[in-house]
């Protein structure tokens, strides 16, 4: 289960199949989800699974969640393969929020919910305001209406080439090819000798990966 405030981190690493879904009394379902690419060294890890409570920390009159890395003086225990962080932040209305960051990290602010100024740049609900590496200071105005909640999301550049298609992550078209094989030949075997392991029993159907474009995927930074 995750709930409001709270983290589930799914690990694919050589390969992982699982399910979403919600709970028969909910009728929104609000949150987000981000998609970590694993640097080359680590990228055939074992697959895994985290669940983490960040507590509510006060700083400064804000109120912060650190879910990954460290940020206010928090340290989110969940293992990640590359120095990261992430951080839910509420900030009262009318107020400013200064955040001291790694000048080694990129750093994205993605809006949540109200409207605010990140370093001098105007964005609401559903934006994210990039800031590339370098910056010491990331600061969030909130509008004098309402309290704003933003993510600070943030990690050293991966510097790396990969292709994103579908379900699959991999650093060449042979090997989208090949990991769509797999995937559809753990779907045909339902087998404890997949790299997928075997499905539950209570899944009915499995999603089946779309057919290739007819061109060669890209890699792109």
Same mark, same amino acid.
């Given at each position: 289960?995750?709930?409001?405030?709270?983290?589930?981190?799914?690990?694919?690493?050589?390969?992982? $199949?699982?399910?979403?879904?919600?709970?028969?009394?909910?009728? =929104?379902? +609000?949150?987000?989800?981000?998609?970590?690419?694993?640097? $080359?060294? +680590?990228?055939?890890?074992?697959?895994?699974? +985290? +669940?983490?409570?960040?507590?509510?920390?006060?700083?400064?009159?804000?109120?912060?969640?650190?879910?990954? @890395?460290?940020?206010?003086?928090?340290?989110?225990?969940?293992?990640?393969?590359?120095?990261?962080?992430?951080?839910?932040?509420?900030?009262?209305?009318?107020?400013?929020?200064?955040?001291? =960051?790694?000048?080694?990290?990129?750093?994205?602010?993605?809006?949540?919910?109200?409207?605010?100024?990140?370093?001098?740049? /105007?964005?609401?609900? @559903?934006?994210?305001?990039?800031?590339?590496?370098?910056?010491?200071?990331?600061? =969030?105005?909130?509008?004098?209406?309402?309290? $704003?909640?933003?993510?600070?999301?943030?990690?050293?550049?991966?510097?790396?080439?990969?292709?994103?298609?579908?379900?699959?992550? @991999?650093?060449?078209?042979?090997?989208?090819?090949?990991?769509?094989?797999?995937?559809?030949?753990?779907?045909?075997?339902?087998?404890? /000798?997949?790299?997928? @392991?075997?499905? &539950?029993?209570?899944?009915?159907?499995?999603? &089946?990966?779309?057919?290739?474009?007819?061109?060669?995927?890209?890699?792109?930074?």
């Amino acid at each position: 289960m995750v709930r409001p405030g709270e983290l589930n981190v799914m690990t694919a690493g050589t390969g992982i $199949a699982h399910s979403e879904f919600s709970t028969p009394n909910t009728s =929104v379902l +609000h949150g987000v989800q981000l998609w970590i690419a694993l640097p $080359a060294d +680590h990228r055939f890890t074992e697959p895994a699974f +985290h +669940h983490y409570v960040p507590p509510i920390v006060e700083h400064g009159g804000i109120r912060a969640a650190v879910f990954l @890395g460290s940020l206010f003086g928090q340290t989110s225990p969940v293992e990640m393969f590359s120095p990261l962080v992430g951080a839910e932040i509420v900030v009262p209305a009318g107020s400013t929020a200064r955040l001291d =960051v790694d000048v080694t990290f990129e750093h994205g602010v993605l809006v949540d919910t109200g409207e605010v100024t990140v370093s001098g740049i /105007a964005a609401s609900t @559903g934006q994210l305001i990039y800031h590339e590496p370098g910056v010491e200071t990331i600061t =969030v105005h909130a509008s004098t209406d309402l309290d $704003a909640r933003v993510l600070l999301l943030g990690g050293e550049p991966l510097n790396e080439r990969i292709i994103m298609w579908w379900n699959l992550i @991999g650093r060449s078209h042979e090997e989208i090819v090949q990991f769509r094989t797999e995937w559809e030949q753990a779907r045909r075997d339902n087998s404890s /000798a997949t790299q997928y @392991g075997a499905f &539950p029993a209570e899944w009915e159907s499995t999603l &089946p990966a779309p057919e290739l474009p007819n061109t060669r995927l890209q890699p792109r930074g």
